[in-house]
């Protein structure tokens, strides 16, 4: 951990609806959550802990973004080609896929026009249209775990290497030419997926099937 930032301000834990929760996604007070195990995603509601909708991926799922009355999920197939899914809430996954650039990313984020995919490796945000097409790439500093657009800016939970324990809170702001990186937090934990409900934000641990929720430190 990095011991010249401060750590983020834990407001509740709550146990996730399944195991290995990675995907997260904030719509309201409600929560959604994807399983690596299960294939499963699940609308929890946060303040009850409460399961209130379940349904089978066409996939393993990873991240996850709210779209209006729809969710945005990155899914893998069999040959872990990663592939963007709709799901209905409320109803069904769609058949329609579009495909991820190189068939690889992890993490989703909506700008309430534009999506955006992380590459974990590859240390790379791409904003991509409605047909899955690279308009821009951005880079950023450190490998990305979890990302969610708040007011016009990328917060990002990022961890230096697969095998470090070092996990940060960043913020990216790539609205000029060059985007503008500012470290925040340390995160005590391998944060995955990243959400915000107005207030709050929301991360999974998944090594302890925990979900949490911590202040935001701007």
Request: proline share 5%; net charge negative.
């Amino acid at each position: 951990m990095n011991q010249t930032l401060s750590t983020i301000e834990e407001l509740v834990r709550i146990p996730a609806p399944c195991p290995a929760p990675l995907g997260l996604a904030c719509d309201g007070t409600d929560l959604w959550i994807g399983s690596y195990e299960t294939n499963r995603i699940y609308g929890l509601n946060a303040q009850q802990g409460r399961v209130f909708e379940e349904a089978l991926a066409p996939g393993r799922p990873h991240g996850l973004t709210v779209t209006g009355d729809a969710l945005r999920v990155i899914v893998a197939d069999e040959n872990d080609d990663r592939w963007i899914r709709r799901y209905i809430m409320g109803k069904h996954f769609k058949s329609e896929a579009i495909g991820c650039p190189e068939r690889t990313g992890s993490f989703l984020a909506y700008d309430g026009d534009l999506l955006y995919v992380s590459q974990r490796y590859e240390q790379c945000i791409h904003e991509i249209d409605a047909t899955g097409t690279v308009l821009r790439t951005i880079p950023v500093p450190r490998q990305v775990t979890g990302m969610v657009i708040v007011s016009g800016k990328f917060y990002l939970a990022t961890t230096e290497s697969r095998e470090s324990d070092d996990y940060r809170l960043l913020r990216l702001d790539a609205r000029g030419d060059v985007p503008v990186v500012e470290e925040l937090a340390s995160i005590g934990f391998a944060a995955r997926s990243l959400g915000f409900d107005g207030s709050r934000f929301w991360t999974n641990c998944r090594a302890e099937n925990t979900i949490v929720a911590f202040a935001r430190p701007d």
